[in-house]
């Protein structure tokens, strides 16, 4: 019987990504069904098991990035087609898409409540945007393709809503999390942690993790920040090219020794360990690792309505849930995290994961692949 044969398209693959890592259980879960893997990127680095094939025309500009790839990938696959092709970028010429970005309608919609009249007239005239909305609709409305993995259900409604796709197509996949390595037990790491930081060790800690701080919500967080008690201090761990502008005006509201940045860490998992909760107060991702990883670390987590992670979330019980541009909301839930509920309530958010492991995500997507590669 021949061996199928599956392609796998991310533009740029390294081991450390969110993406990649859905990529990496992607790929393990291929290869119990015998296949013959090829991942199909610009540049990669990393990884093992699997063929590598180059695509990396010239561009200048992300627009002409992302077009310039798709045009090569799709022409790629004329010239030697597979059994089975999974997108990771806004290509047409797919079987399977995970929509791990969500939809950039969405997004646009959602960054517009945040932005001035003039940054809404910026985005208005960027082409960048238009070519995007029009790869989604080329891609979601395309007869050839067989299934979307959407790693939320706030994904999977919003794609209905936006675009003309049977339902039947729309698959909810979340991530998985070791949740061996985010354990509880990384509370050992909380004096190490906080003494390098000068963060005193009977202050309340929250924890923020996540690179692209504008859309991560930063600029509510501080606000709120400025609303809460002296013994209330933030850790932002991650990178942002407006890094600094962020941190002037973290002391522009008095938040100078409360507000701590230390940047992009290697290995994040002893500050969840540092911190009394997570808070991500997202204008818009449709599902952050970092949640689920808070939550197996034995954390509450806050976040925003248009959080995926918001889907987990029982109000008190294992963390928060408010609009992302809700500032006194916000303040309210920060207040009533204390050392004591945030035990409590970390606790609860341990069991929520505890089964949402990586050996549960290869089970769900083998079942998708063996559904597809059946038929």
């Known amino acids: 019987m021949k061996t199928p044969t599956v392609a796998l398209i991310r533009q740029r693959y390294a081991l450390d990504g969110g993406a990649e890592r859905f990529v990496s259980r992607a790929l393990e879960a291929l290869k119990s069904r015998d296949v013959r893997l090829t991942l199909i990127t610009r540049a990669w680095s990393g990884g093992k098991g699997f063929e590598v094939r180059v695509c990396d025309p010239f561009y200048l500009g992300r627009l002409w990035r992302d077009w310039s790839f798709a045009r090569a990938v799709c022409r790629a696959l004329q010239d030697r087609p597979f059994d089975l092709v999974q997108s990771h970028e806004r290509i047409s010429c797919c079987d399977v898409y995970r929509a791990g970005d969500g939809v950039h309608r969405e997004w646009l919609a959602q960054r517009a409540r945040a932005q001035g009249a003039l940054g809404r007239l910026a985005t208005a005239l960027n082409p960048y945007h238009y070519y995007v909305k029009r790869a989604e609709r080329r891609l979601f409305e395309n007869p050839e393709l067989k299934a979307v993995i959407c790693n939320s259900r706030m994904v999977r409604e919003e794609i209905r809503r936006y675009f003309q796709i049977a339902d039947d197509k729309l698959h909810v996949i979340y991530s998985g999390v070791d949740t061996a390595a985010f354990h509880p037990d990384l509370k050992k790491h909380r004096g190490e942690v906080r003494a390098r930081h000068g963060i005193p060790d009977d202050a309340t800690l929250f924890l923020f993790v996540g690179s ?32 600094a502008r962020f941190q002037a005006r973290a002391a522009s509201l008095g938040l100078a020794r409360r507000v701590v940045f230390a940047g ?66 916000l303040v309210t839930r920060m207040r009533s995290v204390t050392p004591e509920s945030a035990a409590a309530m970390g606790a609860r958010a341990r069991t929520t994961v505890e089964h949402m492991d990586l050996a549960h995500m290869s089970q769900a997507l083998i079942g998708l692949y063996n559904s597809l590669l059946c038929t």
């Open 264 to 329: 992009a860490q290697q290995d994040v998992k002893p500050y969840y360990g540092a911190a009394e909760a997570l808070v991500l107060p997202t204008l818009y991702d449709p599902f952050p690792n970092v949640a689920l990883e808070a939550m197996a670390s034995g954390l509450p987590v806050i976040t925003s309505l248009k959080s995926g992670a918001a889907e987990l979330i029982e109000k008190g019980r294992n963390g928060f849930v408010c609009d992302a541009l809700d500032v006194p909301a």
């Open 212 to 243: 692209g701080f504008e859309r991560k919500g930063m600029a509510a967080l501080l606000q709120a920040m400025a609303a809460l008690p002296a013994d209330m201090y933030l850790l932002v761990v991650g990178r942002d090219r407006n890094s």
